[in-house]
């Protein structure tokens, strides 16, 4: 089986993979256009692959428990920003809303989404069942080559 097969074959998985966990991310209710779900990377590595996201899917995925350390404001902030809840139709400040937000977390927590697991349940199921097809099939074809140089 050559390099460029095999290069092929792990390009493919890394694109599978990484829409899988997009598709599980938006079933987490993370949006398309977040940059969390922008920021999901899959590459191959001589061992498996390996998978990039922004760090804050940690958190997503554990929670936050009441009474934790609070979120920085300035967070909080640039967060509002994003989203556009940065507008407040009652005139109240930017600021002041991060701190509200800020309390109401730090009182409350944050469920955890628990999306690493299914994630690493799907990575193992897609890489068992496509990495043999893939290379049993490569495989295959060398065999038949072989075959028809005899």
């Not at 998985?13 to 599978?16: F, T």
């Given at each position: 089986?050559?390099?460029?097969?095999?290069k092929?074959?792990?390009?493919d998985?890394?694109?599978?993979l990484?829409?899988?966990i997009?598709?599980?991310?938006?079933?987490?209710?993370?949006?398309?256009s977040?940059?969390?779900?922008k920021?999901?990377?899959?590459?191959?590595?001589l061992?498996?692959?390996?998978?990039?996201?922004?760090?804050y899917?940690?958190y997503?995925?554990?929670?936050r428990?009441?009474?934790a350390?609070?979120?920085?404001i300035?967070?909080?902030?640039?967060?509002?920003?994003?989203?556009g809840?940065?507008?407040?139709?009652?005139?109240a400040?930017?600021?002041n809303?991060a701190?509200?937000i800020q309390k109401?977390?730090?009182?409350?927590?944050?469920?955890?989404?628990?999306i690493?697991?299914?994630?690493?349940?799907?990575?193992?199921a897609?890489?068992?069942?496509?990495f043999e097809?893939?290379?049993?099939k490569?495989v295959e074809?060398?065999?038949?080559?072989s075959l028809?140089?005899?």
């Open positions: 089986m050559n390099d460029k097969i095999i092929s074959i792990l390009k998985l890394s694109k599978e990484k829409s899988s997009q598709q599980i991310l938006l079933y987490n209710k993370i949006k398309k977040s940059d969390l779900y920021s999901v990377e899959v590459k191959p590595t061992t498996g692959f390996q998978v990039w996201a922004n760090d899917l940690e997503i995925d554990s929670g428990k009441p009474g350390k609070k979120i920085p300035k967070d909080l902030i640039r967060w509002l920003k994003k989203t809840i940065s507008k407040t139709n009652k005139g400040k930017l600021i809303l701190f509200i109401s977390i730090y009182k409350k927590g944050i469920k955890s989404k628990n690493l697991k299914p994630i690493e349940k799907e990575m193992e897609i890489l068992e069942i496509r097809e893939e290379f049993l490569a074809e060398d065999i038949t080559k028809k140089t005899i």
